[in-house]
């Protein structure tokens, strides 16, 4: 059995990250020069400037201010499979992830929030049948990496306007169940003149 010293407080396993994991830059790696370089890249070259591990990495670096997090980044990003997959991962997963805690999984999960606000406002500012690829792009980075059908009714009114996205249900891997009579009953609630029901297939099936 082990002690730990007198007047410090137990290590909070999921707020405090492990300290035997990416401690810090190794001799000779000059971590202030490569965050100011991974920035001047980001701001100069734009959306394709950086890779998807540096911007997890960057991501990461506001959270973590005084360790080298290029391989947490890269342990994120082999886990969960990609950019998107680890943007969009449950934030328990990403704060127990060796390396990680709440404020660090936190700082990831603000991208994926704020990509959906601004998905979710340009879809609501102009005819949805007129803005087709925005509300693509829309229910893409909301519902492109879960792992089991769900179903949403998008309501629009007289000028095809979104004026409520629902989530109606939620299914197994290759089928969800929804209820008519709610979705009707939700639509005249509203107002609604138009409809539009949406779902997934995660697993990859037409």
């Not at 990416?22 to 790696?29: M, N, S």
């Not at 998107?84 to 709440?102: C, F, I, K």
């Not at 996205?165 to 209820?179: F, K, L, N, Q, R």
Request: no cysteine; net charge neutral.
């Amino acid at each position: 059995m082990s002690a730990s010293k007198p007047g410090r407080p137990p290590r909070n396993s999921v707020t405090d990250p492990a300290p035997q994991l990416f401690e810090g830059p190794q001799p000779g790696h000059d971590a202030a020069g490569h965050r100011a370089r991974l920035r001047k890249r980001l701001l100069d070259g734009g959306a394709e400037a950086l890779a998807d591990h540096e911007v997890v990495e960057y991501l990461l670096m506001t959270a973590i201010p005084r360790r080298d997090v290029k391989p947490l980044a890269r342990t994120l990003l082999d886990r969960f499979g990609s950019l998107a997959g680890v943007l969009n991962a449950d934030s328990r997963s990403l704060a127990r992830h060796p390396g990680m805690g709440e404020t660090s999984a936190a700082a990831l999960k603000i991208v994926a929030l704020a990509a959906r606000r601004l998905a979710r406002q340009q879809v609501r500012e102009q005819p949805v049948l007129g803005s087709w690829q925005a509300l693509i792009d829309y229910l893409h980075i909301d519902m492109a990496h879960l792992t089991v059908e769900r179903v949403r009714v998008l309501y629009l009114n007289t000028k095809n306007m979104l004026i409520h996205d629902e989530h109606v249900g939620d299914g197994s891997i290759d089928e969800a169940a929804i209820h008519p009579r709610e979705v009707i009953r939700k639509a005249l609630d509203l107002g609604a003149t138009a409809l539009i029901l949406v779902h997934n297939h995660p697993s990859g099936d037409p």
